[in-house]
């Protein structure tokens, strides 16, 4: 099976259209990179990239490509996905060059006045365009618009872990602008706004014990979920924790199209190889891994101090966290994705519910133990989701950490 093989499950996906369409990215901070991040790894078949550099001599790891050329970006994403042809630009977008390229779709990963007029009057014709951006905590995505929101969002300096919501959302919008599924209502036909919990008004619960937060972060599960979130957490720069990824699995070649660390890994083992790749991107974050299963036989190799994270693809790996957490009275932040969506929720004993009583992880536990047809044991999956359920988690994180959580699931 091909690196394709979990989106071409879902139904009426036919990755051909992908593989013909040219989309054209337009964007040079975060957000606009790992836009094309997202759009190489579901395969559009020809990628441009344009943009000016920003450069800056104190960055290391994954900034220093972010803020490098465009060639750096290209030559990262074709290892990513070397099926996909890209094509680099040290230039801002304009008519002319929309003229010339012909692209099937656009996506405007930037703020600034004179772009998204730019983009403005090139949907007016017709061509199917989405901006979007994230900066201060806040975000938006859809119907290229330019005002003061726009105005004052350029000026603020950029969010990384808003910028993968956003990526993941222009991504599908794009997506959905040649590759309309049957069961989804269309593309965004306005601008949308994004607005990070710290900054709604839901200031969330102060934790009676802040103590219960502050040890390190043990992630279990490596795979599309776990890869995002890691890094989601090196792009927030939790430096001051030591993060420990656990997982049993190998890659396999119908992971890539989703975890996009894997290049020329498959058949290693993930929980190492994903850290390897991490303290490249993030050498200044500490990371360790262990290609071990979390269960009743090695749960002891988890620190009772750390901040518990569940990502596996298992509610019985869930179901045990769930339990492991209580028994501990330790903190356990849980995502879960599917192909057209993702969640989020934290338990933190004594302040928020577990997963029996918020989600009836028992329940779910019990129902996957079932038989069910060989057709329904491979589960659809795409980037995108897993990305932006990456990035939620490490917002609620990073308020866990800060000694505040929130109560209920967060998710799209």
Known sequence: MDRYARQQIIGGWDQSVLNRATLLIAGSGWTGFLTALMATAMGFGRIVIVGKRRAKEDEVGLARIVQGSKKAWCDFLSRVNPDVRLYPAERDLDARMIARLSPDVVIVADARRAILRTAAQLADEGLPISCGWAAGGLGFWGAPQ???????????????????????????????AILP???????????????SAKL??????????????????????????????????????????????????????????????FFGAVGKPKAPMLVQHLQKLFPRTK??????????????????????????????????????????TQPLLNGGTSADGGSCYSYVPGVTACLQCSMGIDRLVQREAEPRPCAQQVEASVVTSNAIAGALMVSSLQGMMSGQTRQGQWGY
């Open 146 to 176: 330019a005002d003061q929101v726009t105005d004052r969002l350029s000026h603020l300096q950029e969010s990384p872990v808003v910028g993968q919501i956003m990526a993941g959302l222009l991504v599908e919008e794009a997506r959905k």
């Open 200 to 261: 709604s008004g839901d200031t969330g619960q102060r934790l009676r014990d802040a103590r219960l937060c502050q040890g390190d972060v043990s992630v279990v599960g490596a795979g599309a979920l776990g890869t995002w979130f890691g890094l989601a957490c090196g792009m927030a720069g939790i430096r001051r924790k030591q993060i420990h990824l656990f997982d049993d699995d190998v890659v396999d070649a119908t992971n890539l199209n989703r975890q996009i660390l």
């Open 181 to 195: 599924l049957p069961t989804e209502a269309g593309r965004t036909e306005s601008r949308q706004l994004f607005v």
């Open 287 to 328: 990371w360790c891994g262990y290609g071990m299963r979390v269960d009743a036989n090695t749960y002891q190799h988890v620190d009772a101090r750390s901040i518990l994270v569940a990502c596996p693809d298992s509610f019985q790996v869930r179901g045990f966290l769930n339990d492991l957490a209580r028994a501990r």
